[in-house]
């Protein structure tokens, strides 16, 4: 659900690029299973009724097979109910590893989240010289991040909107902090950083935990962290005084349930991925489960929501 990309490009290496023009309901798909089969970078462009995928393969003899493949991927996306073939156009070109590396960064400039998160690349000079400069001010948090093959860069509206509904809370140092799909480690890190007692960060996916365990080290949270390979939170038996999951919708939905005994009483639950004319549905799973909607956020067309357990 974010803007994914890496930062190995090796002198020399010829890169192919996909062009792919969806309708905004099957991009996240689209990026995720590009990315499972072994994409190098992907930048997310995002229009009204149509995003734009481009994403970066080394040119090699795989090239037609991918494509083959990518298109027969697509071409079942109206089986999980969402537009397929005939929403989607691709094109493919080639880039040599300079154009490629510099297109890459120029896609991951600073930015300032709300008015207390600053999220900057390592390789870009901001307003603070460093982390202790930045933690200094107390009225800024840093965060530091190299991408890497992960979601969470805080470029993606449904990334954005969970940072500000963390950024909203106040902890008192002794919460204890789930964050399932935890892509680049970005919500862990501010919540760290916002003085909780432990994150435990959680994904499926290998590339995704060694990118945040990286994060983790570039931003000095390692000690409150705790990286876990696990689908949700299948795999553990703690309560948590606040759960994140900036998943999507169809992910959210059947975990609702679930939540209530993984949080301690009236703990509190963020969810992201939620496109608006799926809120609803994801409102009442959350009332159905004993949950009370305290906050809303909204950017384009996706929905943040804070919402907390009743007993």
Request: proline share 4%; charged share 25%.
């Given at each position: ?23 905004v309901e099957s ?10 089969n072994e994409a ?272």
């Amino acid at each position: 659900m974010e803007q994914k990309s890496s930062t190995r490009s090796k002198v020399g290496v010829r890169w192919t690029q996909i062009q792919v023009k969806t309708a905004v309901e099957s991009a996240d798909a689209i990026a995720n299973y590009l990315f499972e089969n072994e994409a190098v970078g992907l930048e997310i462009q995002e229009g009204n009724d149509q995003h734009t995928l481009l994403v970066y393969f080394p040119q090699d003899d795989l090239m037609a097979l991918r494509l083959r493949n990518l298109q027969r991927f697509i071409s079942k996306l109206p089986n999980f109910g969402l537009p397929g073939e005939g929403f989607v156009t691709i094109e493919m070109r080639a880039y040599d590893s300079q154009d490629w590396a510099d297109s890459w960064r120029s896609a991951f400039p600073p930015q300032q989240i709300g008015t207390q998160v600053i999220v900057a690349p390592t390789w870009h000079h901001t307003e603070f010289a460093d982390q202790d400069e930045a933690q200094s001010d107390n009225s800024k948090i840093l965060i530091r991040l190299d991408p890497g093959m992960a979601f969470g860069t805080g470029h993606h509206p449904t990334t954005r909107l969970s940072l500000l509904l963390l950024s909203d809370l106040e902890f008192k140092g002794r919460e204890v902090v789930a964050d399932i799909g935890t892509g680049s480690g970005i919500l862990s890190i501010l919540a760290v950083k916002m003085g909780v007692k432990k994150v435990v960060a959680i994904d499926i996916d290998e590339t995704a935990l060694n990118v945040a365990e990286h994060n983790f080290v570039v931003n000095d949270v390692v000690n409150k962290t705790d990286l876990r390979h696990s689908h949700g939170l299948d795999n553990t038996s703690e309560k948590f005084h606040l759960i994140i999951a900036n998943i999507i919708s169809q992910v959210i939905l059947p975990m609702i349930p679930l939540y209530p005994k993984y949080l301690r009483k009236h703990g509190k639950l963020i969810l992201s991925g939620i496109l608006e004319n799926e809120s609803q549905t994801i409102r009442k799973a959350l009332r159905d489960n004993g949950f009370r909607c305290l906050k809303e956020r909204k950017q384009n067309e996706w929905i943040g929501i804070l919402a907390q357990k009743g007993s």
